[in-house]
């Protein structure tokens, strides 16, 4: 069964910092690419920043700049570095893994965390 946990959420004054963690476990042979999504509420889920195996970002266009996103193939682990943070991005931060190729198992299939929740106080 292949889990993804995030951890790192919290609050923090506007224009602080947070790093949120995201570790894939069970089995897991490769992942395709791996990223962070957020929810509002009230709001539909979001892509907030990317990477894929190879190490391409993609970034929303509302944190470019303010976030970065790192990854570790080995551990199938992904960072999400937040600078600056604003009111705007409060939100639950969800993990999620493209493309997981687990062992004994033919197909791929993503997978989600549970979520973390970031609370930005202005």
């Known amino acids: 069964q292949v889990q993804l946990v995030e951890s790192g959420g919290g609050l923090v004054q506007a224009g602080g910092s947070l790093r949120l963690s995201c570790a894939a476990s069970?089995?897991?042979?490769?992942?395709?690419?791996m990223g962070w999504y957020r929810q509002a509420p009230g709001k539909q889920r979001e892509l907030v920043a990317a990477?894929?195996?190879?190490?391409?970002?993609n970034y929303a266009d509302s944190v470019k700049g303010r976030f970065t996103i790192s990854r570790d193939n080995a551990k199938n682990t992904v960072h999400l570095q937040m600078n600056n943070l604003k009111a705007e991005d409060t939100a639950v931060y969800y993990c999620?893994?493209?493309?997981?190729?687990?062992?004994?198992?033919?197909?791929?299939?993503?997978?989600w965390g549970q979520g973390t929740q970031v609370t930005v106080s202005s």
């Open positions: 999620k893994g493209d493309g997981v190729k687990v062992a004994f198992r033919p197909l791929k299939a993503d997978y």
């Open positions: 069970g089995s897991i042979i490769s992942i395709n690419a």
């Open positions: 990477i894929t195996s190879g190490g391409s970002t």
